[in-house]
């Protein structure tokens, strides 16, 4: 079985300011990275095989921060990147509204972000194939992936096998550090299939400015070791 967590990263300089662009986590962000570390050190509930990030350095800082909690070297991959900005990386909101107006992804499936950006589909085409490369690369392996909110949206659209050419109706809100996870599940005569076990899980976020840590021994059970995560049952018919 295959296990996947997909985890945003921190909160990066560029939400406080209001800009596009690739910038470092902010003093928040590197607080609820360290608190997701945290966590992972005391529960060990993701005994990871690999470690896998985004090269935008909002992504990887919080993987530089987490890897010690894993017990892993970080891999980086350039295709589980946000979408790409083109040139209107480095702007401002105010300034991207300004020279590109305002458009609707849903609506306009074909319209790139801004020059040299992608469009909707070219973002999902990438992030679906980035991911469908990494599951088989490490197939019955745990894998983390420190990512962005676009590339864990992307992931519903392609493991649910929805339209990934427009954007959904329906928005993700995906919080900062929070984790989201995956397994793949055998089907016998049958392709595995991709079951969803949780999303937004950001209780290490709670009580952040508490002077008190989260007892984490008290919340959770002992873990599984290496690969073998504690199995989910089949759902009935």
Same mark, same amino acid.
């Given at each position: 079985?295959?296990?996947?967590?997909?985890?945003?990263?921190?909160?990066?300089?560029?939400a406080?300011?209001?800009?596009? !662009?690739?910038? &470092?986590l902010?003093?928040?962000?590197?607080?609820?990275?360290?608190?997701?570390?945290?966590?992972?050190?005391? @529960? !060990?509930?993701? $005994?990871a095989?690999?470690?896998?990030?985004?090269?935008?350095?909002?992504?990887?800082?919080?993987?530089?921060?987490?890897?010690?909690?894993? =017990?892993?070297?970080i891999?980086?991959?350039?295709?589980?990147?946000?979408?790409?900005?083109g040139?209107?990386?480095?702007?401002?909101?105010?300034?991207?509204?300004?020279?590109y !107006?305002?458009?609707d992804?849903e609506?306009?499936?074909?319209?790139?972000?801004?020059? +040299?950006g992608?469009?909707?589909?070219?973002?999902?085409?990438?992030?679906?194939?980035?991911?469908?490369r990494?599951?088989?690369?490490?197939t019955g392996? @745990?894998?983390?992936?420190?990512?962005?909110?676009?590339?864990?949206?992307?992931?519903?659209l392609?493991?649910?096998?929805?339209?990934?050419l427009?954007?959904? $109706?329906?928005?993700? &809100?995906?919080?900062?550090?929070?984790?989201?996870?995956w397994?793949?599940?055998?089907?016998? =005569?049958?392709?595995?299939?991709?079951r969803?076990?949780k999303?937004?899980?950001?209780?290490?976020?709670?009580?952040?400015?508490?002077?008190?840590?989260?007892?984490?021994?008290?919340?959770?059970?002992?873990?599984?070791? +290496? $690969?073998?995560?504690?199995?989910?049952?089949?759902?009935?018919?």
């Open positions: 079985m295959t296990h996947l967590y997909l985890i945003r990263h921190g909160q990066a300089i560029s406080v300011q209001r800009t596009l !662009g690739n910038t &470092d902010s003093p928040l962000g590197i607080r609820q990275a360290e608190r997701l570390r945290d966590r992972l050190a005391a @529960t !060990g509930e993701i $005994a095989d690999v470690l896998i990030t985004s090269t935008l350095r909002r992504a990887h800082q919080t993987a530089e921060i987490i890897a010690p909690a894993l =017990g892993l070297p891999v980086l991959d350039d295709d589980v990147h946000e979408r790409r900005e040139q209107a990386a480095g702007m401002s909101e105010e300034e991207y509204r300004k020279t !107006g305002n458009f992804f609506y306009e499936p074909f319209h790139p972000v801004a020059p +040299g992608e469009n909707q589909g070219q973002f999902m085409l990438r992030v679906g194939t980035a991911l469908d990494v599951t088989r690369e490490h392996k @745990t894998i983390v992936i420190v990512c962005h909110g676009g590339v864990i949206e992307g992931a519903f392609c493991f649910f096998k929805m339209n990934t427009t954007r959904p $109706a329906a928005s993700f &809100d995906t919080h900062n550090t929070s984790i989201t996870y397994h793949q599940q055998p089907q016998e =005569g049958r392709p595995p299939r991709w969803l076990i999303y937004n899980d950001d209780l290490h976020l709670r009580a952040i400015d508490a002077p008190q840590p989260i007892p984490w021994h008290e919340i959770f059970a002992r873990p599984s070791v +290496g $690969a073998d995560q504690p199995t989910v049952p089949l759902e009935t018919e």
